[in-house]
Every structure is written in C-alpha cells, then in structure tokens.
C-alpha cells in the first residue's frame, strides 16, 4: 500500500536531468522548516536539491512547493529520478519549470558605469556586512578581475573556496555573486574579457570543489558557474541594468541569511566593476 503524499511543485530547470534520469539514492544534508536540502549520490559533480516553501528563498537549484516541508531528519534517506523527488512520505513532481538563468538582454557598459556608486553606496549604507570584509584575497581578487589577470584572479579565488563557517561559507558567496556578474554582465555588454575570465574561474572554482566546501555551497558554486543564481541575485542583476528598482532588490538581496546577502553582493560589486574597467567604461572602483 502507497502510504506516500503526493504534489507538485515549481522546479529549476538545472534539475530537469536529475529529475529525469534513472531513480538514485540520495540522502538529507540538512532540514530547517521552510526547506530541505538533498544529495543526490553519484560521482560526478555535487548534486544537490533544495525543496523549499514559497517564504524561502528560491536558489537555482530549488523546487518550490505550497505545502508544508516533511518531517525528516539529517541523514534520513530519499530518492531522486524517474520524474520524481522522494523524501519522507512527500513524492513530489515538477508541474512547471523556471530558469535560474534568465538572459539579461543587451546592456550598455555605460549604464552599468552609473549603477557601481549607486550599489556602492547602498551597500555602504547598510547594517549588514560581508563576512570577510577587510579580507587579503578578496582585494586580490577585485584586483586580478578588474586587471583581467587569470594569475591573481584564481590565486584570490583558491584562498577563498570555503572560507569561512556556515552552509554557505563567505568566501563561496563573494565567488558565487562574482561569476554570475562576470557571466550576465559581461555576456549583455559584450565583454569578451569578462566571459572568458568568467569560463576560466569558473573551472578553478568548481575544480575537486567537493573537497573543499560544504555540498550545498559546493552544488551552488557550480549553479554559479553557469549563470544560475537565486530570485534576488538576478533582480539586482537587472537593477544594475536599470530594468528595475536597484535600491529595492538590493535591500532584498541583503537580508538574506546571516552573511550570505551581502557576500553575494560583494561578488556582484567584484564582478560589476571588472567588465566595467575591462571594457573600458570608466573607474570600476568597487
């Protein structure tokens, strides 16, 4: 008899070929009460699935539901495939997709020129501060990026893959914030220098990253170097493109966690102010 709930839920399309792939074990990373986080057990990259309510925020590599998470506990086993997420009594599927990579759409570097003091200021501005402000390699890294050095760049990038306590580790969300900047902004201004930089961090990052980071930030970092990244990371993307309010996502981005807002903001700033001086446009000062 099948004593499991079944739903549905809202997925990222990241998940679409784990969701459809032959049924594997996985397994309960961690349980909070507006989502749980799953590994999927295979030997390539960290697979990782974060089911969550509506009130959590939505990461790349989430399916989103309306119904109360299940009660489960670190360790407890689940299931991944066949079209389906099992996880205590709860047997969900995808009844639609979304794209945690949305193109940006052309932008000039001039705009994105007139945005860096406006971010700067406002992250100036508020109470929430980066967990490593003042730290040695993320000067290093601003400075690698902006002079567009892969050396200094992937130097500054190793000393900061997980560096730093929690799930998501600080030096992760400066990393995570910087590669969807370079991989959005420099793609919709057509900042060859900024996309290569993005490719080849992105490789240095995601390198044997399993080792050296928790699973979930490890699963994010390579969602990161796609260009996938969480609901208020893309609405400042598109804030600095003036295609919305900048002051609002902003605001939105920094409540996030107890660090991991303004980290990921500190990379974006990285990252604004890199194709900005690459392609010219003027003081990238971050």
């Given at each position: 008899?099948?004593v499991?709930?079944?739903?549905?839920?809202?997925?990222s399309?990241?998940?679409?070929?784990?969701?459809?792939?032959?049924?594997?074990?996985?397994?309960?990373?961690?349980?909070?009460?507006?989502?749980?986080?799953?590994e999927?057990?295979?030997e390539?990259?960290?697979?990782?699935?974060?089911?969550?309510?509506?009130?959590?925020?939505?990461?790349?590599?989430?399916?989103?539901?309306?119904d109360?998470?299940?009660?489960?506990?670190?360790?407890?086993?689940?299931s991944?495939?066949d079209?389906?997420?099992?996880?205590?009594?709860?047997?969900?599927?995808a009844?639609?997709?979304?794209?945690?990579?949305?193109?940006?759409?052309?932008?000039?570097?001039?705009r994105?020129?007139r945005?860096?003091?406006?971010?700067?200021?406002?992250?100036?501005?508020?109470?929430?501060?980066p967990?490593?402000?003042?730290?040695?390699?993320?000067?290093?890294?601003?400075?690698?990026?902006?002079?567009?050095?892969?050396?200094?760049?992937?130097?500054?990038?190793?000393?900061?893959?997980?560096?730093?306590?929690g799930?998501?580790?600080?030096?992760?969300?400066?990393?995570?914030?910087?590669?969807?900047a370079?991989h959005?902004?420099?793609?919709?201004?057509?900042?060859?220098?900024?996309?290569?930089?993005?490719g080849?961090?992105?490789?240095a990052?995601?390198?044997?990253?399993?080792g050296?980071?928790?699973p979930?930030s490890?699963?994010?970092?390579?969602?990161?170097?796609?260009?996938?990244a969480?609901g208020?990371?893309l609405?400042?993307?598109?804030?600095?493109a003036?295609?919305?309010s900048?002051?609002?996502?902003?605001?939105?981005?920094?409540?996030?966690?107890?660090?991991?807002?303004?980290?990921?903001?500190?990379?974006?700033?990285?990252?604004?102010?890199?194709v900005?001086?690459?392609?010219?446009?003027?003081?990238?000062?971050?």
């Amino acid at each position: 008899m099948d004593v499991r709930t079944h739903r549905t839920g809202a997925a990222s399309t990241a998940l679409r070929q784990m969701l459809e792939a032959p049924r594997r074990p996985a397994r309960v990373l961690a349980a909070f009460p507006s989502g749980v986080y799953l590994e999927v057990r295979t030997e390539l990259e960290p697979q990782v699935i974060a089911v969550v309510t509506g009130e959590a925020t939505r990461l790349p590599n989430a399916m989103v539901v309306t119904d109360p998470m299940p009660r489960v506990a670190v360790g407890d086993e689940a299931s991944v495939g066949d079209g389906s997420i099992d996880v205590g009594r709860l047997s969900l599927r995808a009844h639609r997709w979304w794209n945690p990579a949305p193109p940006l759409g052309a932008v000039d570097v001039a705009r994105l020129a007139r945005s860096l003091p406006a971010m700067a200021e406002l992250c100036e501005r508020s109470p929430r501060r980066p967990g490593l402000e003042g730290n040695g390699a993320a000067g290093l890294l601003a400075q690698g990026c902006a002079e567009g050095s892969l050396l200094k760049s992937v130097v500054a990038a190793e000393q900061l893959v997980g560096l730093g306590p929690g799930l998501t580790p600080s030096g992760d969300d400066v990393l995570a914030g910087l590669l969807v900047a370079l991989h959005h902004l420099g793609g919709a201004t057509g900042a060859g220098r900024a996309v290569w930089l993005a490719g080849w961090l992105a490789a240095a990052v995601t390198f044997d990253v399993r080792g050296r980071t928790t699973p979930i930030s490890a699963a994010l970092l390579h969602c990161a170097a796609r260009g996938e990244a969480s609901g208020e990371v893309l609405a400042v993307l598109r804030g600095l493109a003036g295609r919305q309010s900048l002051e609002a996502a902003l605001h939105r981005l920094l409540q996030l966690g107890h660090t991991s807002g303004a980290d990921l903001a500190w990379g974006l700033r990285i990252g604004l102010a890199a194709v900005i001086d690459l392609e010219g446009g003027g003081d990238g000062e971050y």
